[in-house]
């Protein structure tokens, strides 16, 4: 099914998937939008494969509208809707009925767009009309404004980076609904974009971010095959920069210093070492290699992904998944910060690369963020956010320490605390993750041996079609705070296909049965495979040991991680409101308990010194109310480690000496944590 029909829905079809009643007034009055809905067209789409001479990939996303989130992850969404992704718009102008997307003489760059392409997916997987209702407007205004010139968006700045954004947001728009406005749009956009770049080449942003646009570049090749979208391509990879030569000798190796930034000195237009040290560029630029590759077909620029993250790692790794960026790289130590624009972007390249390169440590990546750096950088219900979040971080107040070049508001928790990117960024994460829980693996130029592909785990329910059969998977899991996901797979009819399954790298021992028969055991960090006629009811179950784990990090200090979760100890917090902003407020954390503990932990044996306490989920799945996991360690007291002007000191070189009287204290999940240390010094045993 690759190459066939993969456009033009007729009309039905698209009003049947938007599926709401109350849009027939927003969409333009036309013979196309007359068509009543039915419920016989909304069988899910199937996954569009690479359209040859593309390489293939590994797996395929599904269209956005084929996972269902349910359990804790359908709660987590709700969370979002009802804070400030459900309602920005009506509390920040920047965002509001003045926008440049929507025709206004307000904001008419990248904050638009942001808003939009975390606002689509999550109202398509909540099903949430009012979600829909708001984010058709800014499509509507974009898909019914285009210029006779093939430009998009608002006509007060031609810059091509905030378009590389909404173009995201059509690919994603388009999937769900169908809507047979987009593939022509963004193919006469693509055609004035080719003319154009000769004279008018992409500069800042739109050069280091250009990989996103070659995605959606390559997203209309394989619905529509036109030749000039490779030649755009190849023109995108000319002009942009290159990633894959700054990581193949990776020269960045230390914290970049203000000093070091005013170095490089352009006349033109940003500088160029600013933006290749900039946080939320080598988030997105992480995807670089991979989606490159499939126009290269070169299997270095598919592994580049892995260098990439190896180098991140090496000289910029924090516990919590992430590599400092505050806002450029800003090395090991934990209480540098990283920027919230960076965690989504990050996790959206790696959603991206996993499934283009398919290698399993990039899922295992992609939950370390999801489960930790997003949900702890963000207020339980979602209606403040971070700037810059820190593995230790023992305050949240106005300061400049640690930061290099951002601002004193960087690590508060309100509505733009530094600078609004994240305020219109941030919302992309959960529902991005949510939608590739699941892939299709199969070949590129058949679907006989179309599969189905467990690629990160958390309860949903996935309804797709496999060579015209429909197929629908239940996934039941708690996870991550629990190991066991089970999942019962319902075709329509029995029908034979793979279905994988990622086995974690820190997952040894896992066991997988099938209906109660206990399959081989599957290869830690690998993709398990099982391939059968399943039919409907099949059951399977997973089970991932979860004994804790010990990590070692900057001054070989050590942090506690149980499956995806990282644990933290809870310093006491003490929430102060700085100010009201409109609909939601900013404010300041100050520890109200002591947090300078080193552990007695064994680090060849950790499970005999760490005590593990389990308890329901509550209704904020990461709130410290109601913490689903509890960690208890002995730990002492170390009086030389200590705080100046709101930030931990850099942590001691372990293995330390205390002669204070040990005590046991409890770790929380990352994310519960919002006042926490992560990384301990560790005692002399
Ligand atoms: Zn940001």
């Given at each position: 099914m690759s190459f066939r029909s993969r456009i033009s829905p007729s009309r039905r079809e698209f009003l049947g998937n938007l599926a709401l009643a109350g849009m027939a007034s927003t969409l333009p009055a036309s013979p196309l939008f007359d068509a009543p809905a039915s419920a016989a067209t909304l069988s899910p789409a199937a996954a569009v494969k690479n359209r040859v001479p593309l390489a293939p990939s590994a797996f395929y996303p599904l269209p956005l509208g084929s996972i269902h989130p349910a359990g804790w992850l359908k709660s987590q969404l709700q969370i979002q809707t009802s804070g400030l992704s459900g309602h920005l718009d009506e509390t920040w102008s920047?965002?509001?009925?003045?926008s440049g997307w929507l025709?206004?003489?307000?904001?008419?760059?990248e904050r638009g767009p942001y808003f939009l392409d975390g606002l689509l997916p999550l109202a398509y997987l909540l099903g949430d009309t009012r979600l829909k209702t708001k984010a058709q407007k800014y499509i509507d205004w974009t898909l019914s404004h285009?210029?006779?010139?093939?430009m998009i968006g608002p006509s007060s700045n031609d810059d091509w980076w905030p378009r590389i954004v909404m173009l995201k947001v059509l690919t994603q728009y388009q999937e769900a609904t169908g809507d047979p406005r987009v593939v022509p749009l963004m193919d006469k956009y693509f055609r004035h974009q080719f003319a154009e770049l000769p004279s008018r080449p992409l500069r800042d942003w739109g050069k280091f971010r250009w990989q996103d646009n070659l995605l959606s570049v390559l997203w209309l090749y394989n619905r529509t095959g036109s030749p000039y979208l490779l030649d755009l391509a190849r023109l995108l990879h000319r002009q942009g920069y290159d990633w894959m030569a700054q990581y193949a000798n990776f020269q960045y190796t230390q914290r970049i210093t203000s000093e070091f930034l005013k170095l490089n000195n352009e006349a033109n237009g940003l500088k160029d070492l600013a933006l290749s040290t900039h946080g939320v560029n080598n988030g997105q630029a992480i995807k670089t290699g991979p989606v490159w590759s499939l126009v290269s077909g070169s299997p270095a620029d598919r592994s580049a992904v892995l260098k990439m993250i190896t180098e991140l790692d090496k000289y910029h790794g924090l516990p919590n998944g992430m590599f400092s960026c505050d806002e450029h790289l800003a090395g090991l130590d934990p209480s540098q910060g990283s920027e919230l624009c960076t965690v989504v972007e990050y996790m959206f390249s790696l959603e991206q690369s996993l499934a283009i390169v398919g290698d399993p440590a990039l899922g295992d990546r992609l939950e370390k963020l999801a489960f930790n750096a997003l949900p702890g950088t963000l207020t339980d219900d979602m209606w403040a956010h971070q700037y810059n979040q820190e593995p230790n971080q023992v305050e949240c107040s106005l300061h400049h320490k640690p930061w290099t070049t951002d601002g004193p508001e960087s690590n508060l928790y309100g509505l733009e605390p530094n600078f609004g990117c994240c305020t219109a960024n941030f919302h992309q994460g959960w529902p991005k993750f949510a939608a590739s829980l699941f892939f299709v693996s199969g070949a590129q130029d058949t679907d006989s041996r179309d599969g189905l592909v467990a690629a990160v785990y958390a309860p949903c329910e996935l309804r797709t079609t496999l060579r015209g059969t429909a197929v629908r998977v239940v996934e039941e899991t708690s996870y991550p705070f629990r190991g066991t996901v089970r999942l019962t797979v319902n075709p329509a009819s029995p029908l034979s296909f793979p279905l994988q399954f990622r086995i974690p790298a820190w997952a040894t021992g896992t066991t997988i049965s099938i209906n109660g028969h206990p399959e081989p055991r599957p290869t830690a960090g690998s993709f398990a495979q099982v391939e059968r006629t399943w039919r409907a009811g099949d059951r399977i179950e997973l089970v991932f040991p979860m004994a804790p784990r010990v990590s070692r990090w900057f001054h070989d200090s050590v942090a506690i991680e149980r499956g995806p979760l990282v644990f933290s100890y809870g310093i006491g917090e003490s929430w102060v409101k700085l100010r009201d902003r409109g609909m939601t407020a900013d404010w300041q954390v100050f520890p109200s308990?002591?947090?300078n503990y080193a552990l007695e932990i064994d680090p060849t044996a950790p499970e005999k010194s760490i005590e593990v306490t389990e308890a329901e989920i509550g209704p904020?799945?990461?709130?410290r109310s109601h913490v689903p996991v509890r960690l208890s360690v002995k730990a002492r007291k170390l009086d030389k480690w200590r705080a100046e002007d709101g930030v931990a000191n850099?942590?001691?070189?372990?293995p330390v000496v205390s002669d204070r009287p040990e005590e046991t204290i409890s770790l929380i999940p990352y994310a519960a944590a919002k006042l926490r240390i992560t990384a301990f010094p560790q005692c002399k045993s």
């Open positions: 920047d965002v509001g009925s003045n025709g206004g003489s307000g904001e008419s760059w285009q210029s006779p010139s093939g308990t002591a947090w904020e799945p990461f709130a850099p942590i001691p070189q372990s």
